[in-house]
């Protein structure tokens, strides 16, 4: 593998289901990202590990719980979500900060 | 506060031909960094071009340039010899120096490429 990768790619759940997304860099980068991409709308910013530790959290609602247990993974963990929170979830990393993101394909969520 | 706007929701052009697509933010920072990004319909987001803004030089990445206009805080792209393959979203983005990860986006152009 090479890049970012994300599983799964597509996910549907209920509102009730607790599911985890999950993405792993092959980069070497020290910092990654969750963003939420919905239609008509700029990509908005989740969640920012830097070695790690979480240095940001954007006003994002409970129900989205991130894990970073190593500079190389990070999981979104998921439950209870609203039908809303159908979107695009994207993963990036980088190396630190004010360098260029390089971005997973996403994982396409849809909660019914 | 930076914001990022991108007035063309949707552009065209003819292979091999030239497209601009047009990108303007707003800052009070003097030193920040911008981006052109590509998402093609695989979703897999890409890097296209970088331009530090201390830079006079416009950025050149072979096919794609850019036009940096820092007083009219303008920032566009330029595709020569347009390809099928160019065909994606464009998204304009600009990141302040030591800003903490925050890179901000605008809405994107949608880009289509005719046979």
């Known amino acids: 593998e090479t890049g970012v990768t994300q599983t799964p790619r597509h996910l549907v759940m209920g509102m009730t289901n607790k599911k985890s997304l999950k993405c792993e860099q092959h980069?070497?980068?020290?910092?990654m990202y969750w963003y939420k991409q919905s239609a008509k709308k700029p990509l908005e910013l989740m969640f920012v590990?830097?070695?790690?530790?979480?240095?940001e959290n954007n006003s994002v609602p409970s129900r989205f719980s991130p894990e970073c247990p190593n500079s190389s993974h990070l999981f979104l963990h998921l439950h209870t979500l609203q039908p809303e929170d159908s979107a695009l979830y994207l993963c990036?990393?980088?190396?630190?900060?004010?360098?260029?993101?390089?971005f997973g394909p996403g994982t396409r969520l849809t909660v019914t | 506060a930076q914001t990022v706007t991108q007035s063309q929701p949707e552009m065209s052009v003819q292979e091999a031909e030239t497209v601009t697509l047009s990108c303007t933010y707003d800052t009070s920072e003097s030193d920040y960094y911008l981006f052109w990004y590509k998402q093609p319909p695989s979703r897999q987001m890409i890097l296209v071009i970088r331009?530090?803004?201390?830079?006079?030089q416009n950025a050149t990445e072979n096919r794609f340039s850019v036009n940096f206009q820092k007083a009219a805080k303008s920032f566009s792209l330029k595709i020569s010899d347009s390809q099928l393959g160019d065909a994606a979203m464009y998204f304009c983005a600009i990141t302040r120096v030591g800003s903490n990860y925050k890179l901000t986006f605008g809405k994107g152009t949608l880009l289509t490429v005719n046979p």
């Open positions: 980069l070497g980068h020290n910092a």
């Open positions: 990036a990393s980088s190396q630190g900060r004010d360098y260029e993101q390089y």
């Open positions: 331009q530090e803004a201390y830079k006079q």
């Open positions: 590990y830097s070695l790690e530790e979480r240095v």
